[in-house]
């Protein structure tokens, strides 16, 4: 217990001085603060481009649906991109620099490693996600009008819980690769399969952990939270079997030198 | 109690045996030079007592506790460096010191006292609040000394402490291991032989992952004391060596450019003049010519040889 604390304080610290946490806010402030500039300003770009005779284009008002639209598309692509990144090498470049060969020997145990690194990433991604959606929520109704808080606040929490779910992902193939290249390349193979599974299955679709980046709408609509919950569900036992799974073959590694 | 004790340990990777049948049995408050040539299995055998590489078969134990691979609950027995040891180079000095005391659970007073204590007796009180990337390979060692102290084991484990470093630094780190010989079992493996005369009570020669010997220093060098000859020439004496060989009194010969070492089979024959005798018979002048008793790292090569 307590070296699952202090694992988690040195982790906390990493990210902090990694300039990860700087990464992670910029990132996730310039999605907040984007998404809904980009809504508001596309009909004013389009508007200006010159006219063709003969061609009218009708553009409506944009609105805050606009900005949710850019705002799931951002976290859903580079959002997902940059965690990846980030966290593919926590585990890898551990036992490529060696700095794990003096954790390792003291009682530290191999699970409350693995554990700590998938706390301390958690914990960042949820303070950086939390600070980010709330300055887009404000930022989009005063500018775009109000919507409803609740449906969006759902919207955030089936969001996060992708992420956690792209970062036990990541983690995991951080402990069985051996370069973060490579976790990083399984990680992308893994998704691209997942999102090529589940968009050919129809039936499958609403058990996919990113189910609310498809139908993130009606949620905005009607707050219908039970038709996420397969979704969600789903994800939650990733996470727990993808951290296991991690710390199963974390045990049986040889630290090499 | 023993401190650390190995019995039948093996070690395969694939075909290739690193670590064949080792058994050892290291006595409490013992500092043992753990020897052998580079690719003897040092490293491989130190992994193993710490945990982090598995061994094929055999059992290992620290202070009376079974090392089980991938169980870290023996940890808080022992303390451990290795060979040019990997820090948390974005930490400082004292704050890798810290975490590492939290890792025991230590309070905040406790673990206040301890990197006091420690960075004054590793002498590394002026860097505490330096980034350890800013370190030299001297004070990354030292600071390597100072984490495998901090809970005070019973056994503390080194893998060739001194050899990355240049002289300052090695005799800065030695001075540091000498100061705890009193209280704790010592293991270090080396392949630096005067540290090992220096600092050990017993030595564990190994090679190609058996072991050779395991005996008290002063023992083996009592078991092993043929004197050498040791002479120097006016010229290269390769010319000499085989009519050399063939004398009844003298054993193995080596040279090293215009110097031989000969280990005698009959010291009585330094009275009777015979060397002498038989090297105003070359065209080569005798610079020097004297008996020496075996260091460390002649009894290594006899022994090393003679398996």
Request: a positive charge; charged letters at 20%.
């Amino acid at each position: 217990m307590n070296s699952i604390v202090a694992m988690i304080n040195k982790e906390l610290l990493e990210i902090y001085r990694g300039k990860k946490l700087l990464i992670l806010a910029i990132l996730f402030l310039f999605i907040a603060i984007s998404s809904p500039v980009l809504a508001k300003l596309l009909p004013v770009i389009l508007k200006s481009v010159p006219a063709t005779p003969g061609l009218t284009i009708n553009i409506p008002d944009p609105t805050w649906r606009d900005a949710i639209d850019q705002l799931v598309k951002n976290l859903s692509q580079i959002g997902m991109f940059v965690l990846i990144i980030i966290f593919a090498g926590s585990i890898s470049e551990e036992k490529n620099k060696r700095t794990l060969e003096l954790v390792l020997t003291k009682p530290v145990s191999r699970a409350s490693f693995i554990v700590a690194k998938f706390l301390a990433s958690i914990l960042t991604v949820k303070l950086v996600f939390i600070i980010a959606t709330i300055v887009f929520y404000l930022y989009t109704i005063s500018i775009l009008g109000s919507f409803s808080l609740v449906n969006f606040l759902w919207l955030s929490i089936f969001s996060l819980v992708f992420l956690a779910f792209v970062v036990a992902l990541t983690l995991f193939f951080s402990t069985i690769a051996k370069s973060q290249i490579i976790a990083l390349a399984l990680v992308f193979f893994t998704e691209a399969v997942l999102a090529i599974l589940f968009a050919s299955i129809h039936r499958i679709d609403k058990y996919s952990p990113s189910y609310v980046f498809g139908k993130y709408k009606d949620l905005m609509a009607n707050g219908q939270i039970q038709d996420f919950l397969p979704s969600v569900t789903v994800s939650i036992i990733a996470i727990v079997g993808f951290l296991l799974l991690s710390i199963y073959f974390f045990r049986k590694q040889e630290i090499e030198r | 109690m023993a401190g650390i004790t190995l019995s039948k340990v093996n070690k395969k990777f694939g075909d290739f045996t690193a670590v064949k049948d080792l058994s050892l049995e290291i006595g409490e408050n013992r500092v043992v030079g753990f020897l052998g040539p580079n690719g003897a299995g040092k490293t491989t055998t130190i992994r193993m007592m710490v945990g982090l590489s598995k061994p094929t078969s055999g059992e290992i134990t620290i202070a009376g506790q079974k090392i089980v691979f991938g169980d870290a609950s023996a940890n808080s027995l022992f303390g451990y460096l290795p060979e040019q040891p990997a820090f948390y180079g974005w930490m400082t000095g004292e704050e890798y010191i810290d975490f590492i005391g939290q890792t025991f659970g230590f309070e905040v007073s406790k673990r206040k006292k301890r990197i006091n204590e420690l960075l004054a007796l590793t002498d590394l009180r002026d860097a505490r609040k330096k980034r350890i990337n800013t370190y030299s390979n001297g004070m990354k060692q030292r600071l390597g000394i100072a984490q495998a102290l901090i809970n005070q084991p019973k056994v503390l484990i080194m893998d060739e402490p001194v050899s990355a470093l240049d002289p300052i630094g090695r005799r800065q780190v030695l001075s540091v291991i000498e100061s705890l010989k009193k209280d704790m079992t010592i293991l270090l493996s080396t392949h630096i032989l005067s540290d090992v005369d220096r600092i050990c009570d017993d030595v564990a020669i190994i090679n190609k992952g058996k072991l050779i010997t395991f005996s008290p220093l002063s023992e083996l060098k009592g078991k092993y004391s043929t004197q050498i000859l040791e002479v120097e020439f006016s010229n290269d004496p390769a010319s000499i060596i085989f009519e050399l060989k063939k004398e009844s009194w003298a054993g193995k010969v080596e040279k090293e450019g215009n110097h031989l070492k000969i280990w005698l089979k009959d010291e009585a024959s330094v009275a009777q003049n015979k060397p002498l005798k038989f090297f105003a018979n070359t065209q080569i002048g005798v610079l020097k010519y004297g008996l020496s008793l075996p260091e460390v790292e002649d009894l290594f090569i006899a022994l090393t040889e003679e398996k």
